[in-house]
């Protein structure tokens, strides 16, 4: 298996891996989605709220606030439901508090950490808008949990791949100059001067196919090749997207080392 990265900022990766199979390449993608831990808003307390909204939707939407959680800000933490505390301790969760007085917006960034490691991603998500005096006070615990109890503990936005697309011709029938305009992502360009068709960025192609539907003469083949795959992982901010990937690989290790230590016994 071999893997090569094609793009790579602060919340995306974008790497192709060959030579390797769906269920390998399928269960990273359920781990890094469902088994990743970050932490996120849980516990919602509101002393006051003037505002128009509902304390539920109020409280839903501090939930989905993507919280800072890369290994430096969690680590040592204990997962909520595993800490031997009776509600939560600092040992499992982080508290904020969120007091203000209108007029204005209230910001993510006006949620108060008790740890200065723990905050959230970006400071202008609005949360809640108040009229002239009116108040809004709360206090929020945030505890550590997994995707696959919640939404909002998904670290990925986008934690997807395909197979690497695979566009032939035919060389025994006409060729057809038209396709090239017909692709929604431009990935083939008419050379008349070669009287062919090219290919360019072929890892643009979603394989909608709709140049096959628009071929009369079977010029063009659109396929995949099966072996191969282009994955991409973009999280919400609270972690890089390289952390979530090598934490997927050790909760994967970790199931295999059960099944290695249940066969040698
Ligand atoms: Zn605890």
Excluded at 70 to 82: K, R, S, V, W
Excluded at 162 to 188: G, S
Aim: glycine share 4%; net charge negative; charged share 30%.
């Amino acid at each position: 298996m071999e893997i090569e990265v094609k793009s790579k900022d602060e919340n995306e990766i974008v790497f192709i891996v060959r030579d390797a199979e769906v269920p390998f390449i399928n269960a990273i993608r359920r781990i890094a989605m469902m088994e990743v831990p970050k932490i996120a808003i849980e516990d919602v307390n509101i002393v006051q709220n003037d505002s128009a909204m509902f304390n539920e939707v109020l409280a839903h939407r501090l939930g989905l606030t993507p919280l800072i959680s890369n290994l430096d800000g969690i680590e040592g933490m204990e997962m909520a439901n595993e800490c031997d505390c009776e509600e939560y301790c600092p040992k499992c969760s982080v508290s904020f508090t969120l007091s203000k007085t209108g007029p204005g917006i209230i910001y993510s960034k006006d949620l108060v950490s008790t740890d200065s490691t723990i905050k959230p991603v970006y400071d202008t998500i609005p949360l809640l808008k108040l009229k002239e005096d009116q108040n809004i006070e709360l206090e929020v615990v945030a505890k550590i949990g997994l995707g696959k109890d919640h939404a909002k503990w998904i670290p990925t936005t986008v934690c997807a791949y395909k197979q690497y697309p695979k566009i032939t011709f035919n060389e025994d029938a006409e060729v057809n100059y038209e396709l090239a305009d017909v692709c929604p992502r431009n990935i083939l360009k008419s050379d008349k001067r070669s009287k062919k068709l090219k290919v360019q960025n072929i890892e643009d192609c979603s394989m909608c196919k709709a140049c096959v539907r628009a071929d009369e003469n079977d010029y063009i083949n659109i396929g995949f090749e099966e072996k191969n795959f282009i994955f991409r992982i973009e999280t919400d901010g609270s972690l890089p997207p390289e952390e979530v990937l090598s934490k997927a690989c050790d909760v994967l290790s970790d199931k295999a080392d059960k099944f290695i230590t249940f066969s040698k016994n």
